[in-house]
DNA sequence: GGATACTTTGAAATCGATTTCAAGCATTGC
DNA sequence: GCAATGCTTGAAATCGATTTCAAAGTATCC
């Protein structure tokens, strides 16, 4: 059937106008249940479906939301997607996903979607582009959330996790298993998360009054690959750390890994935790110690606060969500043997 | 700035016809340098961007997929989105996600986008809805492919795994490790894969001349929960089995956890076998012997001939792709101590 | 130089819905 | 019974691009 049947098709059919049809399909204005159950038998009857485009094209919105993420297979991003999706697809939005593969220009591609008014909001999560880059999108009008950093414009909702505070609770809780060396392998450099991680390390240092060694510290740019290398470095560098806190699951497995490889026992002779409470975390051996964030919880929190603001077009001062994060103590930060520390 | 600037403010600004701007956008028609480049200068001067919903009208497509995924978080369907993903933005078209949750009601109400004319096309991966239900769309002229499921139906490209290939692959290598008692643990019972799977199963038993024992098979549903579950109740059944094929990572995973809480060793005491190399396998310990699908691939390939078919309306003959697979034999599938099976 | 063919451009129709404005109709009140 | 009021419905404009068809302009050839 190559036909598709438009509104006129159905006004014809029942006798009325094309308005009426649309009247009874957007149930808005006053119809009379006589005219509206004519016009629904013939509607079900042809099992007619508006036309999407014309509909978009005419009430200037499209019922789809765009989500900016860097890496779809990570636990950590997809859980937030299905957050954002679920509370969307309730609410009669579709969700277009883009993922940037780390790649800034990717990111910035898919913002053009906002242009070009094919997409009516959009969520960036641990968004790369600049900040100012941000605002200038609000300033053009455009309906914009954040996940993972604040940004200050009273049109753009935000939610995030108190980096700063989880980090001194995990260097805490080393500090308490005894441990006083304690590397952090950062991820990349331009993230405000790691900004804040390390912040939260060196406080909690700071409170513990164990001295800072910067040559504890390495980068590992939030991947596998990042954390493996950086832990090789550390190794290499013979500094007598018993413990290491890596700023994302992710950069831990890589810590496993050469682990594995140079015969090192975790917890004994190394204490790992890691950020992010990825799908994976808890089937390593020993089990990851990490932080858990509510990550389907904060998506959907966004997509709702991102939706409320695309529909009243009052700026609510509920904008910024700060999100308490739980510390999951497992096998790989707990040593059994109470083993003291080696310093 | 709330004005946006429309096709027909270029055109004035630029002393010409709004239908020539659109020939210039759509660098179709010949237009005479000159006027090209006076257009140009205007488009950028404005930074005009073409409405997507007046586009998508006119032109009665949206350049949009749409994509159906029973769980965007499992690595193997994310792997695929990517693959996806990729190719369709490299050919200018945008991508839709549903995560069904292996609902099939959502499934459905999914697929409207195409009567409605969201999206110019759909891929499902793993199909929960019948064939009949498939087919019929395609019938009604909308275009459809499907990954990990062949469909008997010119219009329908589809890509899969030989799965009662790489099965008897799997159990071949089991029996050539030692063993004659094999256990399978099966995915849901609609499935495809489940039956072909089993189908594999069963034929290298009988290829090896081993006798098949009903009891030693348990459902497992894909996921982990229904793999811890049903290698409890295999263990409970006080069978002498000494391998475990499980149809997917995921109950493989809940194998993992059941040995690991009743004390059984990987592989000494008992030897598993997973499919789709997820994520996580490699980083169990022992590392999860699993089959690898190309998934990356897979979706490229599909979402390619998706587009093609959306294009020329001809039907190639080249509709149906089988894909090999390749076993990774990974520490839980073999015994160091090459201890012989207590048969 | 003028007829012919070809290229470039513009005016207007079109895609399929929604929405405004006015007309038609029924109801109410005096 | 007639004017005023309130609902329901329809005709036509609208959203912003693309595309058809015709007109204008330019090049080619005899």
Redo the contacts between chains.
Sequence with gaps: ??T?IKIVDVAHRAGVAPATVSRVLNNSSQVTPKTRAKVMKIINEL?Y??????K??RS?K?M?IGVIVPD??N?YF??I??GI?NIA?SKKY??????TANNEE?ELEFL??L????IDGVILVAPMISDEEILKIA???HTIGIVGKQIDHERIPCILTDNVKFSIQVVSHLVVQGHRNIAFINGSAHAVDSYDRLEGYLKALREHHIPFHPELIENGDFNETGGYEAILRLFDKKLPFTAVFAANDEMA?GV?RACSERNIQIPMQLAVFGVDNN??SR???PPLSTVNQPKYAMGALLVEKLIDMMHENEFSENRVFKIDSELLIRGSSVNRTQQKDQD
Excluded at 49 to 54: G, K, L, R, T, Y
Excluded at 94 to 99: L, R, S
Aim: hydrophobic share 30%; net charge neutral; aromatic share 6%.
């Design positions: 059937m190559d598709t099992g479906q508006p036309n999407s485009a014309a978009n094209l200037q499209t789809t779809i297979s636990s997809s859980e997607i299905k999706e697809y579709k969700v277009v996903i883009c993922d990717k053009n979607l242009t070009t008014r094919t300033d053009h009008g497995l496993y799908r994976i089937y390593l051996t």
